[in-house]
């Protein structure tokens, strides 16, 4: 049912020719759950009251109304939690006067939440009725929630655009003309609307009279020299307006001539530039201080870092203090984002309050601060800083009548002109600042010898990769993926394995440091290579119908279009067809910013290539990016599938999964099975692939045929 209900619904958003998908999407859910009232509502900042977008009421869309959402079930929503009541929904919120006027039993609502995790909308289903299939409801609104944010986020940014456009559209510069005595003979509307004269007030006076007086004789005498050399003239200078205001404004000015090749007339053309300079501004402050705090920005503080690191000489020391609010995130969950804010502010204040005017201090992260100590004479200074912080942080904040206290952990680089660059040191304290973090916070670190080894042993795994790439001292396993229909193997993925100096590396630590030093492209293009290499060999022993999946990251897609035929070709050159390999890919992958991504799936499908979205719902999720990327398999992470026989919510949700992707078209594989009775679940829900230690651990390449001629389901 729910299958069918997500494919009603997803084919009415196609079908549609309304502009208004807020209302389609209302309409729709309100017929498949069977709801009198679907509504979604816009919150205000306080969220304190609620504004309905799009109403649906018994099959038709009715008018806008906003409510007070205290006492309600929508103040739950409004906090991020998802509330149902199947019936009884008077009694359990009896100062609802609303749900009394309305009669209404059942009440179904889920928050909207932005990128930031922040309800900025909700969804809500009301009943006259006790509700029939609360699972099924809350399941559809779950699923279909994400789509309705971005859809508003969308329409939220094509307004504003469109209010951008109209504005440009409708402006335009002001146009004067002169004749040769330079005497004023035409203007236009925009002259007027700009300077505040009419041409009658003007006409007959030359535009010297317009000037600011902030400019010298010379100034204009050397305008009036290039038009004369040159026929032409543009530049910024100062204006007055009628008013007496002073303007930016920037004026060009071109030389008419008549056909004797004698001056005719001038014409210029000016606007005001006050908003241009007022942007300049705000882009300078924006590309070096934190909007929020006022302070410096991570930016601004790594330029400044940088050329104290190059300008420092013999015996001179400077100092980088890196830090963030103890139990921030939890402190933003209590009492809200508004909140949390304020702090920031507060904090950035107060560090700011406690350097001398020759050091700096910078927001580096969303609750993270750093401190660039300049000229320190001694160790004893860079204590007396941290105990002045720490002591200033002991005192507490107090925000909306709220006193509250907030400690810091931090951690501490002396440094002199020595090899390190800004980026090493940023990294040795932030090692110093988690340690001190983990060590129960409030509390500071020097960098040391340990730390230094952690990143001795980041940057020895950096080398020794990069030497096993070179020597093919890498290998590649596969895993079997069993077809629930066919009771039978027909995939595996490739995964690969590194075992270093006797011992073996867990991808989870070498992933990420091949991806942070720019070693995952070549460890990709390896794996694909052995993957088609073992392949044809198995083919050629007659398992002509086997697929095998490769992962790349995100890291390895190429940015331009060009590049887009390599992993093609490496498939060519093993005499394999483009349909013998799926690639597996992130969800981070689809992200709309990535714009080359697109093109390049296309491209892999058009080819013959299928393409599985792995750990899906651990990322980027969205229907509009299902739409628009050419995804052959769903690939459900193994998080999901862990505790789906015991935790009710993950049951259902994988349900969801499976049902959404099969009213897309696409085929469900689901990782990290490990039971018989994960299987069954699984097999009843539909779901079309097994990956897992049920079935298999992942095999060495000399052992997939005896693997398949003994497999049995």
């Given at each position: 049912m729910v299958e069918e209900k997500v494919k009603s619904i997803i084919d009415s958003l196609s079908t549609s020719t309304s502009e208004n998908f807020t209302d389609v999407i209302c309409l729709s859910l309100a017929k498949a759950i069977k709801a009198n009232f679907v509504f979604i509502a816009k919150l205000n900042p306080e969220r304190t009251v609620a504004t309905t977008i799009s109403l649906a009421?018994?099959?038709?869309?009715?008018?806008?109304?906003?409510?007070?959402?205290?006492?309600?079930?929508?103040?739950?929503?409004?906090?991020?939690?998802?509330?149902?009541?199947?019936?009884?929904?008077?009694?359990?919120?009896?100062?609802?006067?609303?749900?009394?006027?309305?009669?209404?039993?059942?009440y179904v609502g889920v928050p909207l939440k932005n990128s930031k995790g922040a309800t900025g909308a909700i969804l809500v289903a009301l009943y006259y009725q006790p509700i029939e299939n609360e699972i099924e409801v809350t399941s559809l609104f779950m699923l279909f929630s994400g789509m309705i944010k971005k859809e508003m986020e969308k329409q939220e940014l094509i307004d504003e655009l469109r209010t951008r456009n109209k504005i440009i559209e409708e402006s335009s510069d002001a146009i004067v003309v002169c004749d040769r005595d330079r005497k004023i003979t035409s203007v236009n509307k925009a002259f007027t609307r700009i300077t505040g004269y009419s041409f009658k007030e003007m006409g007959g006076k030359k535009p010297s009279a317009l000037g600011a007086d902030l400019h010298d004789k010379y100034f204009f005498k050397k305008i009036w020299q290039e038009i004369a050399d040159n026929g032409t003239w543009s530049g910024e200078l100062w204006g007055k307006k009628k008013n007496g205001e002073i303007f930016p404004e920037y004026l060009s000015i071109n030389?008419?001539?008549?056909?004797?090749?004698?001056?005719?007339?001038?014409?210029?053309?000016?606007?005001?530039?006050?908003?241009?300079?007022?942007?300049?501004?705000?882009?300078?402050?924006?590309?070096?201080?934190?909007?929020?705090?006022?302070?410096?920005?991570?930016?601004?503080?790594?330029?400044?870092?940088?050329?104290?690191?190059?300008?420092?000489?013999?015996?001179?020391?400077?100092?980088?203090?890196?830090?963030?609010?103890?139990?921030?995130?939890?402190?933003?969950?209590?009492?809200?984002?508004?909140?949390?804010?304020?702090?920031?502010?507060?904090?950035?204040?107060?560090?700011?309050?406690?350097?001398k005017s020759t050091d700096i201090v910078a927001r580096v992260s969303g609750d993270g601060f750093a401190i660039l100590l300049n000229n320190v004479i001694s160790d004893e200074v860079i204590d007396n800083i941290i105990s002045r912080v720490f002591l200033g942080f002991s005192e507490p904040f107090t925000i909306h009548d709220i006193s509250i206290r907030c400690t810091l952990s931090m951690g501490v680089v002396p440094f002199s002109n020595d090899k390190d660059d800004a980026s090493t040191l940023i990294k040795k304290a932030e090692h110093a600042m988690y340690h001190a973090k983990n060590s129960g916070r409030n509390s500071f670190n020097y960098f040391t010898q340990d730390m230094q080894n952690n990143v001795q042993r980041q940057l020895f795994l950096k080398k020794a990769l990069s030497a096993a790439l070179t020597s093919n001292s890498l290998s590649v396993e596969f895993q079997p993926i069993v077809s629930i229909t066919e009771q039978k193997v027909n995939k595996f993925e490739a995964l690969v394995r590194w075992k270093n100096e006797g011992k073996w590396i867990s991808p989870e630590e070498f992933i990420p440091i091949a991806e942070e030093f720019s070693l995952i492209k070549p460890l990709g293009e390896f794996v694909l290579d052995e993957a088609c290499r073992q392949l044809k060999i198995l083919k050629s022993q007659g398992y002509t119908n086997i697929v095998f999946n490769v992962n790349r990251s995100v890291y390895e897609i190429p940015l331009n279009k060009s590049e887009n035929e390599q992993w093609l070709t490496v498939i060519e050159q093993h005499s394999l067809k483009p349909s013998d390999i799926c690639f597996e890919l992130t969800e981070s992958a689809l992200a709309p910013d990535k714009r080359n991504n697109e093109r390049l799936f296309n491209q892999l499908k058009a080819a013959g290539c299928t393409i599985a979205l792995d750990d899906f719902g651990t990322g980027y999720s969205s229907l509009s990016y299902l739409r628009r990327i050419p995804v052959d398999y769903i690939k459900i992470d193994k998080s999901f599938i862990k505790d789906m026989s015991t935790n009710k919510d993950d049951n259902v949700l994988v349900a969801t999964i499976i049902a959404m992707s099969k009213s897309l078209g696409k085929k469900v594989v689901a990782e990290g099975v490990e039971t018989k009775e994960q299987l069954q679940q699984l097999t009843e829900l539909g779901c079309d692939y097994i990956q897992g230690y049920y079935f298999s651990k992942p095999l060495p390449s000399e052992s997939l045929v005896s693997y398949l001629n003994d497999f049995k389901y």
């Amino acid at each position: 049912m729910v299958e069918e209900k997500v494919k009603s619904i997803i084919d009415s958003l196609s079908t549609s020719t309304s502009e208004n998908f807020t209302d389609v999407i209302c309409l729709s859910l309100a017929k498949a759950i069977k709801a009198n009232f679907v509504f979604i509502a816009k919150l205000n900042p306080e969220r304190t009251v609620a504004t309905t977008i799009s109403l649906a009421v018994d099959g038709v869309i009715n008018d806008n109304f906003s409510y007070d959402l205290q006492a309600t079930p929508c103040e739950n929503v409004s906090q991020g939690i998802m509330c149902s009541q199947i019936s009884h929904v008077q009694k359990a919120y009896p100062d609802d006067q609303l749900l009394i006027d309305m009669n209404i039993t059942g009440y179904v609502g889920v928050p909207l939440k932005n990128s930031k995790g922040a309800t900025g909308a909700i969804l809500v289903a009301l009943y006259y009725q006790p509700i029939e299939n609360e699972i099924e409801v809350t399941s559809l609104f779950m699923l279909f929630s994400g789509m309705i944010k971005k859809e508003m986020e969308k329409q939220e940014l094509i307004d504003e655009l469109r209010t951008r456009n109209k504005i440009i559209e409708e402006s335009s510069d002001a146009i004067v003309v002169c004749d040769r005595d330079r005497k004023i003979t035409s203007v236009n509307k925009a002259f007027t609307r700009i300077t505040g004269y009419s041409f009658k007030e003007m006409g007959g006076k030359k535009p010297s009279a317009l000037g600011a007086d902030l400019h010298d004789k010379y100034f204009f005498k050397k305008i009036w020299q290039e038009i004369a050399d040159n026929g032409t003239w543009s530049g910024e200078l100062w204006g007055k307006k009628k008013n007496g205001e002073i303007f930016p404004e920037y004026l060009s000015i071109n030389t008419i001539y008549d056909e004797d090749n004698n001056v005719s007339h001038y014409v210029a053309f000016f606007f005001d530039i006050s908003k241009q300079k007022q942007a300049e501004e705000k882009i300078y402050r924006q590309a070096h201080f934190d909007l929020l705090t006022g302070i410096a920005n991570r930016s601004f503080f790594m330029e400044n870092l940088s050329l104290t690191v190059d300008s420092l000489n013999d015996g001179e020391k400077s100092a980088l203090l890196f830090m963030d609010l103890d139990l921030f995130k939890e402190i933003n969950n209590v009492y809200g984002h508004t909140f949390g804010d304020e702090l920031l502010i507060k904090a950035s204040g107060r560090l700011q309050s406690l350097i001398k005017s020759t050091d700096i201090v910078a927001r580096v992260s969303g609750d993270g601060f750093a401190i660039l100590l300049n000229n320190v004479i001694s160790d004893e200074v860079i204590d007396n800083i941290i105990s002045r912080v720490f002591l200033g942080f002991s005192e507490p904040f107090t925000i909306h009548d709220i006193s509250i206290r907030c400690t810091l952990s931090m951690g501490v680089v002396p440094f002199s002109n020595d090899k390190d660059d800004a980026s090493t040191l940023i990294k040795k304290a932030e090692h110093a600042m988690y340690h001190a973090k983990n060590s129960g916070r409030n509390s500071f670190n020097y960098f040391t010898q340990d730390m230094q080894n952690n990143v001795q042993r980041q940057l020895f795994l950096k080398k020794a990769l990069s030497a096993a790439l070179t020597s093919n001292s890498l290998s590649v396993e596969f895993q079997p993926i069993v077809s629930i229909t066919e009771q039978k193997v027909n995939k595996f993925e490739a995964l690969v394995r590194w075992k270093n100096e006797g011992k073996w590396i867990s991808p989870e630590e070498f992933i990420p440091i091949a991806e942070e030093f720019s070693l995952i492209k070549p460890l990709g293009e390896f794996v694909l290579d052995e993957a088609c290499r073992q392949l044809k060999i198995l083919k050629s022993q007659g398992y002509t119908n086997i697929v095998f999946n490769v992962n790349r990251s995100v890291y390895e897609i190429p940015l331009n279009k060009s590049e887009n035929e390599q992993w093609l070709t490496v498939i060519e050159q093993h005499s394999l067809k483009p349909s013998d390999i799926c690639f597996e890919l992130t969800e981070s992958a689809l992200a709309p910013d990535k714009r080359n991504n697109e093109r390049l799936f296309n491209q892999l499908k058009a080819a013959g290539c299928t393409i599985a979205l792995d750990d899906f719902g651990t990322g980027y999720s969205s229907l509009s990016y299902l739409r628009r990327i050419p995804v052959d398999y769903i690939k459900i992470d193994k998080s999901f599938i862990k505790d789906m026989s015991t935790n009710k919510d993950d049951n259902v949700l994988v349900a969801t999964i499976i049902a959404m992707s099969k009213s897309l078209g696409k085929k469900v594989v689901a990782e990290g099975v490990e039971t018989k009775e994960q299987l069954q679940q699984l097999t009843e829900l539909g779901c079309d692939y097994i990956q897992g230690y049920y079935f298999s651990k992942p095999l060495p390449s000399e052992s997939l045929v005896s693997y398949l001629n003994d497999f049995k389901y």
